[in-house]
């Protein structure tokens, strides 16, 4: 995929998310069909014929190095991995939509998957952005440069880390969360 220093396109890393996503969801069991179009806020519609529920999926993708060490953030505590997410997700919360986020290892393009519901995102990335803002002294009429264009950060850590300044999931709480608990 990556030869000769040639970057790949962020659109073909999502691509391939959101095919490993149906093909970890073939393997358990669902019927899953991607959307097509500008379907946003649903990439993945999912149904489960063993209890007849359909369930709405947002992938979020992305193609890192692995870690053997999380990172430590002086703000965030210990972090696993990190998406890109919209000011608008602070919003969502429907019972039926979740979120997979991939993380997919850049040497080998193993992927790992955390399926997350919409609640918890929703709730995170607010709490992160008001945490973010009280750390710089930033008003809720001011706009920082980061969050001109209302951009998130999601992120996952780790069970029993006492190091967080807000309620942050956890990679042990939500890694191929695949029965999509609440």
């Given at each position: ?68 060490e999380p990172i430590h953030s002086r703000l965030w505590g210990e972090i696993v991995s990190t998406w890109i997410m919209s ?55 001011d706009a920082p440069p980061n969050n001109a264009v209302g951009m998130r950060n ?29």
């Amino acid at each position: 995929m990556e030869k000769n220093n040639t970057k790949i396109n962020p659109n073909s890393v999502s691509l391939a998310g959101e095919f490993a996503v149906l093909s970890q969801l073939a393997l358990e069991g669902f019927n899953a069909n991607m959307t097509l179009g500008h379907t946003k806020g649903v990439d993945i519609l999912v149904s489960d014929p063993r209890n007849n529920k359909m369930y709405k999926l947002e992938v979020k993708t992305n193609l890192r190095k692995v870690r053997t060490e999380p990172i430590h953030s002086r703000l965030w505590g210990e972090i696993v991995s990190t998406w890109i997410m919209s000011y608008k997700n602070e919003s969502i919360i429907d019972p039926n939509l979740f979120y997979c986020f991939v993380n997919i290892e850049k040497e080998t393009k193993k992927s790992n998957f955390y399926v997350v519901p919409s609640n918890v995102v929703a709730k995170y990335i607010r709490d992160e952005n008001a945490l973010y803002r009280r750390e710089h002294g930033i008003g809720d009429n001011d706009a920082p440069p980061n969050n001109a264009v209302g951009m998130r950060n999601f992120r996952l850590g780790l069970k029993g880390c006492s190091s967080y300044k807000i309620d942050t999931p956890t990679k042990e709480e939500y890694e191929n969360n695949w029965n999509f608990t609440i």
